[in-house]
């Protein structure tokens, strides 16, 4: 054993390091490298969910969890890991327990205050999830608070997204769109598409009138609009980079293929 710990040392290091880098491929392959000859590591263990769950295969991320839980019962990170992979998947109660689990064993754990302030910012409490994003930031700087967006910011941060394709007509339908502000999606919205979307993280999407299908829409000649969800948006709005980003590969991305006539996929 004692030949094998300084290589099982380096390789968490490494893993550990790519997920922090925004590579969760590399993190998951040597996770289970590691895992196939210590399938009882609880570090890798713990890795390897994260891994899945940056990866959004929140049924995976679960299931990694739940061996780690069912050896570490009392783990505040797995507990509240799994709550985010439950989040994920739209089972708000069985996260909200994972969550409080989560801060009974450790109360300032940041990601579980994070996680509970979400839960509530769907319930309509909006004080407290005020309280717990600042209990999530206090803990820890990866978890800034939501940052508010009004809709002049809005328009500006989809004409940035929209700048960077080859379009101009993109462009124009960006800023010319109506759009419509709701605080989050529901979880028939987020299973429409394949996989489902989180509820946590789908900034917006375009929309036929009285929600009819997008290309019979086309068809009939109507003009969608731009359905963004604004809780959603102002937690990524600490990095405008990023948000942009976000808004290209979503939203962005559906008015060009509205444009090229390509069919849109939820």
């Excluded at 099982?8 to 289970?32: K, M, V, Y």
């Excluded at 009974?104 to 990601?111: L, Q």
Aim: charged share 25%; glycine share 6%; net charge negative.
């Amino acid at each position: 054993m004692t030949a094998t710990a300084p290589r099982t040392d380096e390789l968490l290091e490494i893993a550990a390091s790519a997920l922090e880098q925004g590579n969760p491929e590399t993190t998951l392959q040597l996770c289970r490298e590691l895992l196939a000859s210590f399938p009882e590591h609880d570090e890798a263990r713990l890795l390897e969910a994260e891994a899945l769950r940056d990866l959004r295969d929140a049924e995976e991320a679960e299931s990694s969890y739940r061996m780690l839980l069912a050896r570490q019962p009392h783990h505040p990170d797995g507990w509240s890991g799994m709550g985010r992979a439950l989040l994920d998947q739209g089972r708000f109660e069985e996260a909200a327990a994972c969550f409080a689990r989560a801060i009974r064993r450790h109360p300032g754990h940041a990601e579980a205050h994070h996680g509970r302030a979400m839960l509530r910012e769907r319930r309509g409490d909006r004080s407290g999830a005020a309280r717990d994003y600042a209990r999530a930031w206090q803990g820890s700087t990866r978890f800034p608070p939501p940052r508010p967006v009004d809709d002049d910011a809005l328009r500006a941060l989809l004409a940035d997204a929209a700048i960077a394709t080859d379009d101009p007509a993109v462009a124009t339908w960006a800023a010319t769109l109506p759009i419509v502000v709701d605080d989050v999606p529901t979880l028939d919205v987020c299973h429409a598409y394949d996989p489902p979307a989180s509820p946590i993280d789908l900034l917006g999407h375009l929309a036929a009138p009285l929600g009819d299908d997008l290309d019979l829409a086309r068809h009939a000649g109507f003009t969608p609009s731009l359905v963004i969800y604004r809780r959603n948006l102002e937690r990524f709005a600490w990095n405008r980079e990023q948000l942009v980003e976000a808004l290209r590969d979503t939203v962005i991305s559906q008015i060009e293929a509205w444009i090229a006539g390509a069919s849109i996929e939820a």
